[in-house]
């Protein structure tokens, strides 16, 4: 079955920077988009940054909030999607999920928490 995996949220202050990690299985990781959400408490969960499937050339879209200081990739080999965050700041304190959809069906990670504070 589908399966992600995040890892690599925690406490970090502001201006610094964290990776974080989706390890992916259960299906053909590099036939498929894949997604990065975050959800801030009080707030609905939100588009943070996308990468198309290694076939479609890997092209990346992101949240306009987070243009110039996110970058998502992706390791075919290692089935892995990451998100670099840098420069951040104290409002991108949320979970950050990992998502994809698979033959018609939204599967999500359970979730990696960033708190961003002094």
């Known amino acids: 079955q589908v399966q992600l995996v995040e890892s690599g949220g925690g406490l970090v202050q502001p201006g610094r920077s964290l990776r974080l990690s989706c390890a992916a299985s259960?299906?053909?990781?590099?036939?498929?988009?894949m997604s990065w959400y975050r959800q801030a408490p009080g707030k609905e969960r939100e588009l943070v940054a996308i990468i198309s499937s290694a076939g479609t050339g890997g092209s990346t879209n992101y949240a306009d909030s987070m243009k110039g200081r996110f970058t998502i990739s992706r390791d075919n080999a290692k089935k892995t999607v990451y998100l670099q965050m840098n420069s951040l700041k104290p409002e991108d304190t949320a979970v950050y999920y990992c998502?994809?959809?698979?033959?018609?069906?939204?599967?999500w990670g359970q979730g990696t928490q960033v708190t961003v504070s002094s």
């Open positions: 259960g299906f053909t990781f590099s036939y498929y988009a």
């Open positions: 998502y994809t959809r698979v033959s018609r069906t939204d599967y």
